[in-house]
């Protein structure tokens, strides 16, 4: 099966412009989850769907991070304006809706300036 | 809340050598337990699972055994191999499908 998909794979902005990235997660997949990875750190969750309803985003800095996902199939992060702090791999996952783990997408390196 | 407790490395062992991560939890209910593995540059890549207690994961040689009575998860490799080296997190699967990761173990293998 097709792996969950992410876009673009690297991205370098200045500080105070805006970005976004795209998910698509495995078809069928109930639940869509958006991690921030600092180099040298675990995953952090940002947010997690459960089809297009949030289940999670308690970890989100909502003054300058949103996400949607549409029609509970692809996602879309935007950070705006972003700050240097935000520099990191920002992970999306997906998983059907039993305890099988989940599949991780190649990320996006978000490098700000 | 759930808690992932992870081993702090870097973990350095010569090529062969016996491999141990230690990983323990906290959690409501009966969560599954993961290991995933993420190799320079790239993105996380799961490892093994066990979804029940006494349930054992493996994979590429490594194993891993869900222990209720000791809340642990460890993870084990007989002979490592150059080609192990990475960092490796557990993780946890509780209710509503969220997941907690532990911080990581970086894992450097020496020919």
């Known amino acids: 099966e097709a792996g969950v998909a992410q876009s673009p794979r690297y991205k370098i902005i200045e500080k105070r412009q805006s970005v976004a990235f795209w998910c698509n997660p495995i078809?069928?997949?109930?639940?869509l989850y958006w991690y921030q990875q600092i180099l040298g750190q675990g995953p952090k969750l940002l947010i997690q769907?459960?089809?297009?309803?949030?289940?999670?985003d308690s970890q989100l800095p909502k003054d300058r991070f949103s996400a949607e996902r549409l029609k509970g199939v692809d996602s879309t992060l935007k950070i705006q304006p972003a700050k240097l702090e935000d520099s990191a791999v920002y992970l999306c996952?997906?998983?059907?809706?039993?305890?099988?783990?989940?599949?991780f997408g190649s990320g996006t390196r978000l490098t700000v300036v | 809340g759930n808690s992932v407790t992870q081993m702090e490395g870097p973990v350095t062992l010569s090529e062969e050598a016996f491999l141990t991560i230690n990983c323990t939890y906290t959690?409501?209910?009966?969560?599954?337990l993961f290991w995933y593995v993420q190799y320079p540059g790239e993105g996380l890549q799961l490892l093994l699972k066990?979804?029940?207690?006494?349930d054992k994961g493996s994979n590429k040689g490594f194993e891993a055994t869900y222990r209720k009575e000791t809340t642990s998860f460890h993870l084990e490799k007989g002979s490592v191999q150059v080609s192990d080296s990475a960092v490796y997190f557990c993780?946890?699967?509780?209710?509503?499908?969220?997941?907690?990761f532990g911080t990581g173990t970086k894992l450097q293998v020496i020919p």
């Open positions: 066990a979804t029940k207690a006494d």
């Open positions: 959690a409501t209910g009966y969560p599954s």
């Open positions: 993780a946890l699967l509780g209710g509503y499908q969220k997941v907690t």
């Open positions: 996952a997906s998983s059907p809706s039993r305890a099988d783990g989940y599949t």
């Open positions: 769907f459960q089809n297009n309803g949030v289940v999670d």
């Open positions: 078809s069928g997949h109930a639940t």
